[in-house]
């Protein structure tokens, strides 16, 4: 099975501030159809996850620009430019490779 | 709108069993994948089971396998998740989920059913 570790597990960050998530795969993510299923969502408190980027660095629907990905092979990151306070709750890295689909173990942003 | 509405949750003792369901409407149910994913209390995301649009293909993970089963049927717009010999450790909140129909991942999410095993 492909292990997600993620880092930090927590990350105060300052509102206006940028935050910066890391995850690695213990194998490459890349599928053989040539792309790289590796996915970022976001859990706010108290509700279900939410996918805000797929395919590394594309945005779902509705997300905001201050969100973006990057990253290959195993190495990815998920970047906001201007932390705002509804951006509060875990966030998850998710592959989509092949099954079991793992997930990271979660980075929690809180405001300092 | 894509909604997906999990039932089906509750008490049940060590070794028992429960049906969890998912009503999916908004989107053409026949055309996606569909997933269990599940998180404990203060836990993280754990992917349980996905199945193939048309039921063909189902896969589990390994700590399921054997005593969990993924259905659908696409003319009711239903998934089920036949949870059998639970184990404590399978108390979380299980989410029914979309599987994306252009690339290999999740996109939209039930607000989830709690299943707590306990004596």
Known sequence: DIVMTQTPLSSPVTLGQPASISCRSSQSLLHSDGNTYLSWLQQRPGQPPRLLIYKISSRFSGVPDRFSGSGAGTDFTLKISRVEAEDVGVYYCMHGTQPPHTFGQGTKLEIK | ?119
């Open chain 2, 1 to 119: 709108e894509v909604q997906l509405v999990e039932s089906g949750g509750g008490l049940v003792q060590p070794g028992g069993s429960l049906r969890l369901s998912c009503a999916a409407s908004g989107f053409t149910f026949s055309s996606h994948w569909m997933h269990w994913v599940r998180q404990g209390p203060g836990k993280g995301l754990v992917w349980v089971s996905e199945i193939h649009p048309d039921g063909s293909i189902t896969n589990y993970a390994d700590s399921v396998k054997g005593r969990f089963a993924i259905s659908r049927d696409n003319a009711k717009s239903t998934l089920d998740l036949q949870m059998n010999s639970l184990r404590a450790e399978d108390t979380a909140v299980y989410y029914c989920v979309r599987g994306t129909s252009a690339w290999k991942g999740v996109d939209f999410w039930g607000q989830g059913t709690l299943v707590t095993v306990s004596s």
